[in-house]
């Protein structure tokens, strides 16, 4: 049977198997990322919430924790060791203290003399420093995973064809199908006229 004389309902058909392997694909992965969370949450704890996009975090707490990280980084880069073993004192209780209280926090801020609001040349030193100290720290890491991806290439087009591949090749027979038909019925109207 030629695709133009397949009935509309074959192609429906067609649509609605489509639909649901997609749907199956959709509700296997948000399974699988709930069994995921289950097991992360059994092991570690509850999941905390690490968003801190700029309109989650209040601009007064984000200059705070801007702040904090300027004083930790100046404070664990200067003085002696036993500078280093009270500033991560500090820290420990305050890690430990749960929920924070604010009485905590703020002596945190005072015995690491946190600037309310940094300037330019502080943002500066901030930004430089972050960069030193993470860039031994990323550099491998970026390293490894280029590394494990390195041979990832065919399998993952070989992945997204096989996703894409059924969706594209129903989309592509519904147009067909709608073209051809159309086709016929224009050349069998013109040669009855």
């Known amino acids: 049977m030629a695709l133009r004389n397949w009935p509309a309902r074959r192609i429906g058909f067609l649509w609605l198997a489509g639909v649901v392997v997609y749907g199956s694909l959709v509700v296997l992965g948000e399974s699988r990322r709930r069994e995921r969370d289950a097991r992360w949450r059994e092991e570690f704890g509850p999941i905390p919430d690490l968003s801190a996009a700029s309109e989650t975090v209040p601009v007064a707490r984000r200059d705070s924790l801007v702040g904090l990280m300027f004083a930790l980084i100046r404070e664990t880069s200067r003085g002696s060791q036993a500078h280093h073993d009270s500033v991560l004192q500090h820290l420990t209780a305050v890690v ?7 009485k905590r926090r703020d002596s ?9 609001r940094l300037s330019a040349a502080q943002k500066d030193s901030l930004r430089s420093s972050a960069e030193s100290l993470l860039t031994p720290i990323v550099t491998p890491i970026a390293a490894g995973i280029a590394k494990g991806m390195s041979g990832m290439g065919p399998w993952l087009v070989a992945s997204a064809i096989l996703f894409f591949a059924p969706g594209l090749a129903l989309l592509t027979l519904t147009i067909v199908w709608a073209y051809s038909r159309r086709r016929h019925s224009l050349g069998s109207g013109a040669a009855a006229v």
Do not use: E, G
């Open 96 to 102: 430990r203290d749960t929920p924070l209280t604010t």
């Open 108 to 116: 945190l801020y005072r015995a690491l003399n946190v600037p309310a």
